[in-house]
């Protein structure tokens, strides 16, 4: 009961300490991200950067994605980003001995690799309020 009673004040505190920084209420970010050739990437992470509020959300394996900023998909604040998209490769198939080794071939990037910096992605992003949707089209590498 205690830890549960802690919890909820840790929480707390940080919803105070956000609505501090700016406030803004969270607007829902729902896309999906593919290949050019509407090929959907089926793993990797989303990240808004450069606006008000960092925020990502994972790829599922459909391309879909949900972005949230403590908790998963419960949205971004209004504002102009830049996205970022990483972690988009291919399975990694070895074991992790085999990889500390450097045996076997490493994952292969998916996309090219200027989306994977805020320095060189040429994506941007508005979130306005109410309910957004992104779609990511990515050229391969």
Do not use: W
Request: hydrophobic share 35%.
């Amino acid at each position: 009961m205690l830890v549960r009673t802690l919890e909820a004040c840790a929480l707390a505190l940080v919803f105070v300490c956000l609505a501090g920084c700016g406030g803004g209420e969270l607007c829902q970010v729902q896309g999906t991200a593919k290949l050019k050739d509407g090929t959907p990437l089926a793993r990797g992470r989303v990240i808004f950067t450069g606006g008000p509020a960092g925020a990502n959300g994972r790829i599922q394996e459909d391309g879909s994605f949900a972005m949230g900023t403590l908790e998963d998909a419960d949205g971004a604040k209004p504002g102009q980003y830049t996205v970022v998209v990483v972690g988009a490769t291919t399975a990694e198939t070895r074991s992790y001995e085999d990889m500390m080794k450097g045996i076997g071939q490493p994952p292969k990037s998916l996309i090219h690799a200027r989306y994977g910096s805020a320095e060189t992605s040429d994506l941007k992003f508005e979130v306005k309020p109410g309910k957004n949707t992104l779609t990511l089209e990515l050229d391969p590498p």
